[in-house]
């Protein structure tokens, strides 16, 4: 639990633009992040000898940090030297796959060993876990804001500290007979939450593991199938005996708002889907479905029909020791704008379509 804690304090500092100190069995460093730094606290963080620059291996790969790579794995975070052409803008032109098109980066960039590899892994998932790009600036000691250790980002992401923290009857559109069930994890912001129509009755129910769309959910984006989604898993759950809907907080496929938007952004540049993620640095997909499995436990359901075309949606659930009895396919809402989003979810991440 206290590491839960000290994660959430480090995630809260970096995200406000603070110093903070990463420890892992190779060493401690200290790091800001490029994009909520400012020119006042790059200035007191860079002290007398500007701060490197940390970035995600799939960053130096595409700044052809190659001399980094040869001697590294593709999972190994690269170090580029700062010289004093490195200002706070290009900096964050250097943290930002989005800007490529409008800052062409002049380069020669010059890449550094790591000498605590672990230790800005850590830091780097850190930065993904706050919601922002993994690219930070980097020194190995000065004041901090925040202390962190590696193990602590694991005790932050475990489920076992998902609680139910409130419920009530909610007559929704489909159904007057609706209940809604709030979670809360100590050292997470958002509620994840679970909608369940109609009554149990002892059979598995029907269950969505919906993932939270703010541009599809509410803003009818035509970019997604996820309103359609959501609408017709509700539906469905209504000519079921019943069902459950988990409204998981797990903004774009687990990487945030902002982030799916510079995949967005990216997207409009030519890039598919998982290409995406991979150029900002993260994983094609960065959710935990063991949230889902903790939220069916606590609600006292070890057994589910699953809606989804996605494969690795039912081997999390299994993987969490939830049986899925039947994968109940659940494709709608193709339209001119995200076909090729379907295409791509086919291709190239196994969905069954
Ligand atoms: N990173 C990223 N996330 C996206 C993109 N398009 C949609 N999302 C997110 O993907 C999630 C929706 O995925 P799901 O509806 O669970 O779909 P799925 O994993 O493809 O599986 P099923 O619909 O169950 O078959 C939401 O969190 C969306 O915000 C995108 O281009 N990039
Ligand atoms: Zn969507």
Known sequence: MSGARAAARAIDALKRGWPVAVTAGDGRLVVLA??????????????SAPADVLLSAARAVTLNLANQREAASPACPALVERVPWIDLPTAVALAD?????????????????????????????????????????VRTDGPVEAEVAAEALDDYEDPAHLVIASQARLPVAVSEKAEIVAFRHVADA?????????????????????????????LGSLKCDCGPQLAGALAAMTQASWGILLYLRQ????????????????????????????????????????????????????EVRLMTNNPQKVEGLEAAGIRVAERVPHRMGENPHNSAYLATKRDRTGHVL
């Open 34 to 47: 490029i994009e909520t730094a400012n020119d006042v606290t790059l200035a007191d963080f860079d002290g």
């Open 97 to 137: 796959p989005v800007r490529d098109l409008a800052t062409p980066l002049k380069g020669p960039f010059r890449a550094k060993a790591v000498e605590a590899p672990q230790a800005a892994a850590a830091a780097l998932r850190l930065a993904r876990l706050s919601g922002l790009l993994p690219a930070l600036f």
């Open 190 to 218: 958002a509620e994840h939450v679970a909608l369940i129509i109609g009554t149990p009755d002892g059979t598995p129910p029907l269950v969505r593991l919906h993932s939270e769309c703010l541009t599809g959910d509410v």
């Open 251 to 302: 903004e774009g496929r687990g990487i945030g708002l902002i982030n799916k938007l510079r995949a967005y952004a990216l997207q409009d540049q030519g890039f598919d889907t998982v290409d995406a993620n991979l150029r900002l640095g993260f994983g094609v997909d960065e959710r935990d479905f063991r949230v889902a499995a903790r939220m069916l436990s606590l609600l006292g359901q070890a």
